[in-house]
Structure formats: C-alpha cells, structure tokens
C-alpha cells in the first residue's frame, strides 16, 4: 500500500497541518481518558466483588431488602451508556469538524 | 450457482418435512403442541426468507455481501449490534443464573457490557476507517499479507465453530423443549436455515434478520419485566421482599441451597471465589467482546467513522437495557414461578424442561398460551439470527482473508470470491450441524467462554496493537498470536470445565476457569518481545508505514467509504 507518490505527498502535508496534531492529541487524550474511567469503574466494581462482596450487601436502608449492589450494578449499565454518549456527542461534532477541516486544507 | 440453489431449495424442502413429523408426532403422542409458537416462528421464517430472496437481488459485488454495501444506519446497525449479541444463552442464561444464584447474574451482565464503552473509544472508528470487510484488514494493513491473514482467519474460525457449536447445541435442546421437536432435527432446520440466509442474502439479509430478532427480543422481555413488576404494583421494595419469602419455600434445589447455607441473593455469591477468578473473568468478558469477529465485522456496514460511533452507543443502550430486564425477569421467576407447581419438577428439584427456562416460564406465567409461543418463536429466532451472523464472518475469513487475500495475492474476480464464500458458508454450516448433532450430550458451557479467551488472547491484541503500537511488526504478531491461542486452549483444556468435567480426571492441572488474565498477557508480551527483537529490513519498512496508516486511522481519508447505494 501507500506506493503511489500522490499519496506520499498528500500524507505528508495532512501530517504537517498543525489541525492534524490538535486532532490526534484531543481525540487519543479524551479516548484513554474515558477507557481509563471505565476500567477504574468496572475493576474497582469486580475488586469488591473479589474481596468484599459483603458491602455490596449492605441495605440501602434500615428496613429494606434492597442491597446497595443492586442500585450499584445499574449505575455502572447507566454510565457505559453515558460514556459512550458522552464520547460520540464529542467525537461527531468537534472531531468530525476538525477532521472536515483538515481534508479541506490538504486537498 | 445453479447447483447450489437447487441444494438449498431441497433442503428446504426436506428442513420442513421433519417440522411436520415432529408435529404430527407430538400429537399423537399426546404431547402438548405448541400451535402459537410454531405458527409464529413459521412466520418469522416466511418474513426472513422474504429478506433473504430481496437481499439476494440486491447483492452484485463483494461489498454488497460482506458489508451490506456499506449502506446500514448507525441505528440500524446499532440494533444488528444487539441483535448479534444478544444469544439465546444470555437471554435465558442471564435470567436463570439471577433466579438460581441471585446477584451473580448480574456480575456477569455487567462484564459483558463493558466492553462496549471500550470498544467505541479505542476501536470503532479505526475499524472503519482501516479495514473493509474483516478485521484481518486492519492487521494486515501495513503488515505481511499471506502470515497474517492465515493467522487472523485462523482467530477467527476457532472462534466461531467454538461458538457456533454451543449455539447449535443449546437450540437443540431448547427447540426440544419448546417445541416437542427431535434434537436432530432442530439442528438440521437452524443450520440449514442459517446458511440460506448467509449464502443467498449476504450481510443485507443478515442484518436485517439481526435488527428483527432485536426488536421482537426486547419487546418481549420488556413485557415478561412489565408483567413481574405489574404483579406487585411496580413497587420494587415489595418485588425484591416477595422474591426472598418465595425462595424460602421453594423447592428448587438451588434456592434451598440458599437457604441452608442462608446466603445472600442481594450480595455477590460463591460465583466468583477468588480475586485471580474475577479478574480473569472480567478480562475475558470485556476484551473478548472486542474481538469476536462477527460483531468487528458489523463496523464495515455502516457509511463512514459517525455512523460507526453512533452504532456503538444505541448498541449500549439496547444492550444495556436489555440486561436490566433480565435481572427483573430473574427475580419475577422466583417471585411467580418458583411457587407455582405448573412450572416446577418438585422431585428433580429443578424447573421442568431444565433450569435455563426461568423467562420461558415466566412468558406462560405472565402472559399466558399465546405469549408463551411469541416468546418460544422469539427465542427460536434470535438463535438463527445469532449464528447466521457467525456463520457469514467464518466464510468471510475463509473468501476474504484466506482466498482472495493470502492465496490470490489480492488480485481476484469479485464473483468468484462472492461464490466461494457462499460455498464456505455451506460448508461451515454443515459442520456445524454434524459437530451440534455429535455433541448433543456433551456440556458445552465451556465453549462460550473458550471463544470470548481466545478472541481476548488473538484477535483483540493483533487488533490493538497493530492500530496503536508503531513498534508491532509481522514477526511480533505471528508469535504472539500464534502463543495466545495455543496458551488459551492449553489453559482450558486443563482447567476443571474440561480436564475434570468432560475428560473425567479427579483434579484440574490448571487451576482457575478463565485463562484470560495469563494468555492475554502472555499474547501481548510476546507481540512486544518479538517485535522488539525483530530488527529485519521487513520490520523497517512495516514500522515505517505506520505514519501513513495514522493519517487514515485518524481522518479517514482513503478509507473504503462511500455509500455505494
């Protein structure tokens, strides 16, 4: 791939565009970003479940049966559906633009 | 061509002819013959059929049959997303495993959504703008053709056949159950039903029988939840305190179980013992998701890196959503079907038709004859539409990656790998209804988890790296790949699932059930190794174009794009 020195070229001035370098630092950054959030959400959850899954019974309130793990368990359904919400929102405005940008610069 | 409609045209002939056997058999027996189930599955087949021969005249070139002609809606897809993932198994797994064992269920749901968020920050896009029909594509975008391919088409086949079996054999069984029909015979209707669907309406009608098997899923899950939760008054402290008296005088095993040893069904349970247990577990759940090739593949429908996005976030919501409910269902079973003798085999201990039917029981106990045949029908149906979807990306390994690619060199007629495709759809489904028939009495739990470990330990790590590390090179990736799936299959063969269990040794040689945490470490240390190691002219060059895929990775500029339609 990437023989034909068309695209050599064209490669080269994208890679120079200071638009192209805002792009991957912003997008990489904000997508480890939200990686790590998960993975913080979803081992701090399966460590508790490992070394105390004692406190995940605990009742939400005096009386009831309903342990804190159930409210838990669906808080972390409900935030994977808002990262990625959060993400595409993001990624489909300001990303696509800065993209849209770059492609019309470097045609 | 020819030769192959007039094949399909027989089976399906003969694929009816033991569906009307069976019924006049189970009558005779005087059976109970589900009238409502099986004419509404005989319309589910009629309308996929009809998809089917629709899609097959809209499917003329290579990108109409492996990626729908790329032409699929970021809503569409995201439904076919949920509609692949979504098994019959999780259905009806999730919800007995939360009506046996309580919260357990609900770890497990947990795990397996996970991946999602994960796979649209590090994944989606950069599968779409890099790869065209298999995600081989990506891998081998600046690495040596012929290797790679192998080896990713090689991921990606032990992955399916392992999970198309476990499929197979669960549909059997459970069209046993719900249908009266013969195990044989079950498998034969799905497997040949399946490759009509694949081998004549490509991916167009594949997705289409994904997105409508989605939406009949959640509608009926939604209304079994509705239906437990209407019975008390939608008042979750009441439905919670019924499901624990309801379990006090049960007479399943697993709820005596619980309470003798008077454990708690809100708190996690004896599920997961130990923390190396958990981990490996969460691993495997979360990067296997990554890395099944049916699902990768879904990223190539859709028209560019927005449409790609948006799947994964509707497929969360749905996914999502979709294991709520089956934890309400769980706990509405032990509320209305543990008490009730109609559904429970009080001698075995264990629900009547197998401790899987906790939401079937619970249509019946809900809703009564009639939506227990939809929610029959709907199960029948999402196990089609889960292998058509494994059925059509193992073909697409054997004509995209090892045909066209690793033999022909890239250079070849677009006809002639649509044709062997459909040729190694047939094939793939034929093994997978002698190898489902061959293993009707084995216990083929494992096998889900085998294929999640190695997607985790080939497929996921060749993927990652190879869109992220600039260091990866051919040599790196054969090795690493090649010791993931040799260390996973090791490590689950010794393991008790197989070692004690199916081969019938007294102790596992490898001590824990997930391999994942160790061959997925194993995977990804050596790719690093021996990438850093490889110091040859080849590495140079594959390091060297590593800029260049960037640029595409990023932008999307040059990526097989446009909609065609």
């Known amino acids: ?107 | 061509m020819k030769q192959l409609t007039a094949l399909a045209s027989a089976l399906l002939a003969g694929s009816w002819t033991p569906l009307l056997w069976a019924a006049e058999a189970a009558k005779a027996e005087g059976g109970k013959l589900n009238m409502t189930a099986i004419i509404m599955f005989f319309t589910f087949v009629a309308v996929t059929l009809g998809i089917t021969y629709w899609a097959a005249s809209r499917t003329k070139s290579t990108k109409d049959f492996y990626a729908a002609g790329g032409g699929i809606t970021g809503f569409q897809n995201g439904l076919a997303i949920a509609g692949d993932y979504m098994s019959a198994a999780s259905f009806l797994g999730i919800s007995s495993m939360v009506f046996a064992k309580g919260y357990d269920g609900l770890i497990y749901s947990i795990g397996w959504l996970v991946g999602w968020p994960i796979i649209l920050f590090l994944m989606a896009e950069q599968l779409r703008n890099l790869g065209r029909y298999t995600f081989a594509d990506i891998v081998s975008f600046r690495l040596s053709r012929v290797p790679i391919r192998t080896l990713s088409a090689l991921g990606t086949l032990i992955t399916v056949i392992f999970y198309l079996i476990a499929q197979m054999v669960g549909a059997g069984q459970l069209i046993r159950t719900l249908f009266g029909l013969p195990y044989e015979s079950a498998v034969v209707i799905v497997g040949v039903l399946m490759i009509l669907y694949v081998a004549f309406g490509g991916m167009l009608a594949t997705t289409w029988v994904q997105i409508i098997k989605a939406v009949l899923l959640l509608t009926g899950a939604s209304f079994i939840a509705l239906g437990a939760l209407n019975h008390v008054g939608f008042n979750f402290e009441l439905f919670f305190r019924t499901a624990m008296e309801s379990m006090k005088t049960s007479s399943l095993a697993d709820h005596k179980a619980i309470i003798a040893g008077n454990k708690d069904i809100f708190a996690p349970g004896g599920l997961i013992s130990d923390p190396v247990s958990a981990i490996s577990l969460g691993m495997a759940l979360m990067f296997g998701t990554a890395g099944l090739p049916h699902i990768l593949m879904r990223f190539f429908t859709v028209s560019n890196a927005k449409e790609a996005r948006k799947s994964v976030f509707y497929a969360t919501g749905f996914i999502g959503y979709f294991y709520i409910l089956t934890f309400i269902i769980g706990f509405g079973a032990v509320v209305l079907v543990a008490p009730n003798a109609q559904y429970v085999d009080a001698v075995k201990g264990t629900l009547m038709g197998g401790n899987n039917m906790a939401a079937i029981h619970m249509a019946h106990a809900t809703g009564g004859d009639l939506f227990l045949g939809f929610i029959s029908a709907v199960a029948f149906a999402t196990i089609l539409a889960v292998v058509s979807g494994l059925t059509l990306a193992g073909a697409s390994a054997v004509s995209h990656d090892i045909y066209a690619n690793a033999i022909c060199g890239g250079n070849v007629d677009e006809r002639k790998e649509i044709r062997i495709s459909k040729y190694s759809a047939l094939v793939i489904g034929v093994i997978a209804i002698f190898l489902g028939i061959q293993f009707e009495k084995q216990n083929v739990a494992f096998l889900v988890g085998l294929a999640f470990a190695i997607a985790a330990s080939i497929n996921f790590p060749l993927l990652i790296l190879s869109i992220y590390w600039k260091g990866l090179t051919t040599r790196g990736a054969l090795v690493g790949g090649f010791l993931g799936l040799v260390a996973t299959i090791t490590m689950v063969v010794l393991s008790k699932t197989v070692w004690v269990d199916v081969l019938g040794n007294k102790a596992p040689l490898f001590p824990y059930k997930d391999p994942a945490l160790f061959s997925m470490t194993l995977a990804f240390f050596s790719c690093w190794l021996f990438s850093k190691l490889d110091g040859s002219d080849q590495a140079k060059a594959e390091r060297n174009l590593f800029d260049a895929q960037a640029v595409r990775c990023e932008t999307g500029i040059g990526a097989s794009g446009a909609t065609s339609h």
């Open chain 1, 1 to 107: 791939m990437n023989n034909d020195p068309q695209d050599a070229k064209l490669i080269e001035r994208i890679q120079k565009n200071p638009k192209y370098t805002e792009l991957v630092t912003k997008r990489s950054s904000f997508a480890w970003k939200l990686s790590i959030t998960v993975l913080i959400i979803y081992y701090s959850f399966i460590l508790v479940v490992a070394f105390a899954p004692k406190f995940l019974g605990t009742k939400i309130m005096e009386g009831s049966v309903i342990s804190i793990g159930i409210p838990i368990g669906a808080g972390i359904i409900l935030s994977a559906f808002l990262l990625t919400g959060i993400y595409v929102r993001r990624a489909n405005s300001e990303f696509d633009d800065l993209t849209q940008q770059i492609k019309e610069e470097t045609k």
